[in-house]
């Protein structure tokens, strides 16, 4: 496979991937739609999905208490936090089988953004959370990657 035949799908693939929301349940259909062969749409999407993990786990805590700082951005930081919480309610029982489940259901709401936050604000170090938010990317990955296919349908 020339995989340089592939580059402009393999940017958009990726950076459809790192965006918060989207993460790969919007990657992995975009990267197949635009002509990826399906494990590579999977392989950059998950890619992408993880490259803002590390940023996420090691910077938040200090992005949200400059952020809290200002009148106008406070309110939602902490709104935003506080929905991380509830969130991680889960993983603060399970601590890495409840950040693995949280990351690998394929849902808005779940996915790489919100378990590296979660991660964060519970004190995980990126050395136990990476891991095993990509296993959950990972699994989360292969999900999408079957619906994408036809191979799971919801519907049938």
Known sequence: MNITIYIKEIFWTM?????????????????IAHGLPPALAFFCAVLGNLLPV??????????????KKSRRLGPPIERLERR????????????????????AIPLPGTGAWTGALVA?????????ALPTIAAGVVIAGLLVLGVSLGVISFLA
Do not use: N
């Open 120 to 128: 964060a604000l519970l004190d995980i170090r990126l050395r136990q």
């Open 54 to 67: 590390p940023f996420i786990v090691l910077l938040v805590r200090q992005v949200f208490a400059w952020l």
């Open 15 to 31: 950076l459809v991937s790192a965006l918060p929301v989207a993460e790969l349940r919007v990657g992995i259909p975009v990267g």
């Open 84 to 103: 991380a919480h509830l969130k991680g309610s889960m993983v603060r029982r399970y601590r890495l089988w409840g950040l693995l489940v949280l990351v």
